[in-house]
């Protein structure tokens, strides 16, 4: 199992390389190099860790136990996202019985 770090990245979003990284204690110095790229016309995106990919990564977790707590993460909004999408459907059945009945 691999040690995950807290890395901060700038990516090339034409390329999809990364430029530049730095750890997240020091994010400043990759903001600084964001904005040398933006002055130069390159397109460029920050990607720094979540909160829970932080977390794991601070009590030494795996790159492994990161990625199943990602699916687990995407699944629960997943899931949330579907019940809120049948409650909206089921709130516009009943306003369309209110007004139309």
Not at 32 to 42: D, G, T, W, Y
Request: with cysteine; glycine share 0%; net charge negative.
């Amino acid at each position: 199992m691999t040690k995950q770090e807290n890395l901060v990245k700038v990516y090339d979003d034409s390329l999809k390389e990364v430029l530049f990284e730095c750890p997240i204690t020091q994010i400043e110095r990759a903001y600084r190099f964001l904005s040398q790229m933006e002055e130069l016309n390159i397109p460029v995106r920050l990607s720094y860790p979540s909160l829970p990919e932080t977390l794991n990564a601070s009590l030494g977790h795996s790159q492994e136990l990161l990625e199943q707590l990602k699916t687990e993460i995407t699944e629960e909004i997943e899931s949330h996202n579907e019940a809120s999408y049948y409650l909206e459907q089921a709130l516009q059945q009943t306003k369309d019985k209110i007004l139309f009945h």
